[in-house]
């Protein structure tokens, strides 16, 4: 038998094969499996595809398990590098995510359908209903959160020109072309949103940023600073403390609520905070919080089994809120 052309690249080939034309319910026999490296223009004897298929499970994780059914022996894979369950529940999280743009969703989604089989990839042709959540429109996210990720490891500081929405539904500069230059100390998800988190040195304080609002980011020859700062701050306080990622003062509140609405405040806060009894049907907590008018928000939005009762200062602030709303009607 000659030899084809592309010999080298035969385990690559049979691989791609075995994915794409098999699953747990699509096998094929020895002389397909054949004739497709043949499409490939490489050549094989069945021992040397047994011993392939070894390599395989060994040196890949994909396994090739056999069937007999009737007179023909089919092979198909059993385990993959990711199972149908795994690349369903990524692909939801793709389509379902504001920062991930349509265009880089699909992108993202069809390298997805590679690790399985072209059977199951009909079956991820789905859209993932998000209550009409807007899509990311900046498709330099990908780039400033790699830009960022080497920042950290290279302990250098970032500058990168900061935007907002105007009226005309444009991206403007919030800080008329002068870059903002911080040190990056992490990055996380929030409100599904991504944020950078960092000092501010000429500010002397932690800040956070919208990733997919910055743009013409560059790594700087300048060492981070702000470490001390940052390591005192526990990034989950940090950002169930701080409402809609909006900065406010920080203050260490007490909220009033019906046993019944436990379940929002261990959603929000995590199950270490401590409810205090009040009377029999209601409790009472102590959580710090960045106070704003996010923060105010979400605490009438709650409803009237829900108060805020300490400090007086930020009971005022709340009244002069709401006063200040109503003005409007």
Known sequence: MSRGVNQKFKLQYLMEI?????????????????????????TAERKSIYNDFQDMSDKFGI????????????????????????I???????????????????????KLKSYVSKYEAK??????????????????????????????????????????????????????????????WALVWADENYY????????????HYRVDKMKK????????????EFEKTDMASYTNATFGMYHGRMECVTIEFKNDLCGIFIDRFGKEIEFRKV????SAFKVRVSVSPQFYGWILG????????????????????????????
């Open 196 to 207: 950078l988190i960092s000092y501010h040195s000429s500010e002397k304080k932690i800040k």
């Open 279 to 282: 009377d029999e049907n209601t």
């Open 123 to 184: 079956q991820l042709d789905r859209q993932v209903f998000n209550n009409d959540r807007v899509k990311s429109m900046n498709e330099s996210i990908y780039y400033n959160v790699d830009d960022i990720h080497n920042a950290i490891i290279q302990n250098k500081k970032i500058s990168f020109n900061y935007y907002k929405w105007d009226i005309k539904k444009e991206l403007e500069d919030k800080h008329d072309g002068k870059p903002v230059v911080v040190s990056p």
């Open 217 to 228: 980011m560059e790594i700087l020859d300048e060492n981070r600073d702000g470490q001390e």
């Open 63 to 86: 396994e090739i398990l056999k069937e007999q059914i009737g007179r023909d022996t089919l092979y198909h894979v059993g385990k993959r590098q990711f199972e149908l369950a795994e």
């Open 302 to 329: 709650l409803g009237s089994g829900v108060k805020l009762t300490h400090p007086t200062s930020v009971v005022e602030d709340l009244k002069k809120y709401v006063e200040g709303i109503m003005e409007n009607y």
């Open 18 to 42: 075995m994915q794409r034309e098999t699953d747990d319910k699509h096998g094929i026999t020895m002389p397909v499996i054949l004739k497709e490296l043949e499409n490939y223009d490489v």
């Open 88 to 110: 369903k529940l990524l692909i939801d999280s793709i389509e379902a995510s504001r920062f991930i743009s349509n265009k880089k969703s699909k992108d993202l989604i069809d």
